[in-house]
């Protein structure tokens, strides 16, 4: 891909963090740095609304704080089997993709299963982090704490936001309190997505059944060098039989493959043409026939505006879902810096006293750390390629 074809297709995300870096250097006086990549901008924005919840509420949200210290401890839980679940795919299978990748909207990062569309990755990466950070501030409130700050922050190029309660006066608090704060973000993200499966399944889908009417499918990707592209499939067509099954959306053509094996031949077609595909397997699975295409349903009335405006929600709430879960987990990892680090923290100097749990939550820290960037490798490996051969290709 040249140079203007690549300004020209990520025209949106390019404008976006020429702002954001336009705006700090305007800004630099009232951000502090931090490590040379971390710029913290501290506001007022927000404390009111922190304040009047986490009081007018405090008896609730202190239950479900203490609700989420459980809910927290089995999110770490889960994420380390992640983590040595990835280990072992490493190892035994290094063509399976890493169960952590970096999100950057708008941005396909190399070697990255990965991708989040630029418009709903920003829309939804806010509105999840915002839900994540306000939750701490509102719990810590509920106990008894000032909120002195709220703010935004920036890792290099990934945004975030942060709220900051009395740190002073969290330490002398008793270590369920401090755990119900630092397991207030997760705790929050993980009801959001359950409130997102709520509206799916008395709004949306409910919506989407009366006026959407599916009448095929179409494939946004057909991956170079598949069977799907190998037999002449193509992007933006509308499919509707594989083999002799009548296929008018996502979910009758992953149907339609649950009597399908691999090194199977099967036809896929519309009115006007067919094509015959063999279907082949992945590494990492190798019992599940693929062809190489990512799918999306087609509707009959999708040129409709308000069809248009129902679709983008829905794709913004599964985002949101799909973010809402990643964040929550991602910030249960037992590094000192996220939730999850701090509540073992906790746990650690409470069993071990202050300075050999410090040593230990260290120690998990440093290991953790590696093992992640080991795990991220193939997505380094593959970005630095990228980027090396991309400066090839402008000399």
């Not at 927000?46 to 509420?57: A, F, H, Q, S, W």
């Not at 704080?65 to 679940?85: D, E, L, P, Q, S």
């Not at 063999?278 to 999708?302: A, F, H, K, M, Y």
């Given at each position: 891909?040249?140079f ?7 025209k949106?995300?390019?404008l976006?963090?020429l702002?954001?870096?336009?705006f ?13 990549f ?14 009047k ?17 459980i809910?927290g401890?089995?999110?770490?839980a889960v ?8 280990i072992?795919d490493f ?6 993709p ?5 999100v ?10 990965v ?15 915002c ?9 810590a409130?509920a106990h008894g704490?000032?909120?002195?700050n709220?703010?935004i922050?920036f890792f290099?190029?990934?945004?975030g936001?942060?709220?900051e309660?009395?740190?002073k006066?969290?330490k ?7 755990c ?11 009801l ?11 709004i949306a889908?409910?919506i ?30 509308v499919y ?10 996502v979910?009758d ?7 399908i094996?691999?090194n ?15 279907t082949t397997?992945r590494?990492?699975?190798?019992d599940q ?5 990512t799918?999306?349903t087609?509707?009959?009335?999708e ?8 679709i983008w ?8 879902f ?11 990892l037992?590094?000192g810096?996220?939730?999850g680090g701090?509540?073992?923290?906790v746990?650690?100097?409470?069993s071990f ?22 795990l991220?490798w193939?997505?380094?490996e ?5 980027l ?7 000399i």
């Amino acid at each position: 891909m040249g140079f203007f074809s690549s300004v020209a297709q990520y025209k949106w995300v390019i404008l976006f963090y020429l702002i954001i870096i336009l705006f700090i250097i305007i800004k630099r006086k009232k951000f502090q740095f931090q490590a040379k990549f971390i710029a913290l901008y501290r506001t007022k924005i927000g404390l009111r609304i922190i304040n009047k919840i986490g009081t007018k509420y405090k008896r609730l949200i202190r239950t479900m704080g203490y609700f989420g210290i459980i809910i927290g401890y089995i999110g770490m839980a889960v994420i380390i089997v992640f983590i040595i679940k990835g280990i072992h795919d490493f190892i035994f299978i290094p063509e399976a993709p890493p169960p952590i990748a970096p999100v950057l909207p708008g941005v396909p990062v190399p070697g990255s299963p990965v991708f989040v569309p630029f418009w709903y990755g920003i829309i939804s990466l806010f509105i999840v982090v915002c839900i994540h950070e306000f939750s701490h501030g509102i719990v810590a409130k509920a106990h008894g704490l000032n909120v002195k700050n709220t703010g935004i922050v920036f890792f290099g190029p990934l945004i975030g936001a942060f709220v900051e309660p009395d740190e002073k006066k969290l330490k002398k608090k008793k270590d369920a309190v401090k755990c119900s704060v630092f397991s207030a973000g997760p705790l929050s993200n993980i009801l959001t997505a359950g409130a997102v499966i709520l509206i799916f399944a008395f709004i949306a889908n409910p919506i989407a059944a009366a006026y959407v009417h599916p009448v095929g499918v179409s494939f946004l990707e057909v991956e170079p060098g598949m069977p799907a592209e190998q037999a002449g499939l193509k992007t933006g067509v509308v499919y509707t039989r594989i083999n002799n099954m009548t296929v008018t959306s996502v979910k009758d053509f992953i149907r339609a493959f649950e009597n399908i094996s691999v090194n199977e031949t099967i036809i896929i077609g519309n009115d006007e043409e067919n094509h015959t595909v063999t279907t082949t397997s992945r590494p990492e699975n190798p019992d599940q026939p693929v062809i190489g295409v990512t799918v999306e349903t087609r509707l009959s009335n999708e040129d409709n505006v308000l069809v248009k405006v129902f679709i983008w929600l829905v794709g913004l709430l599964n985002w949101v879902f799909i973010l809402s879960i990643g964040l929550g987990l991602a910030n249960l990892l037992p590094l000192g810096i996220v939730d999850g680090g701090r509540m073992l923290q906790v746990s650690l100097t409470r069993s071990f006293g202050e300075k050999k749990g410090n040593n230990i939550m260290a120690k998990v820290t440093i290991i953790l750390l590696i093992i992640i960037l080991v795990l991220l490798w193939p997505i380094i490996e593959a970005t630095l390629s990228a980027l090396i051969n991309g400066v090839s290709s402008l000399i």
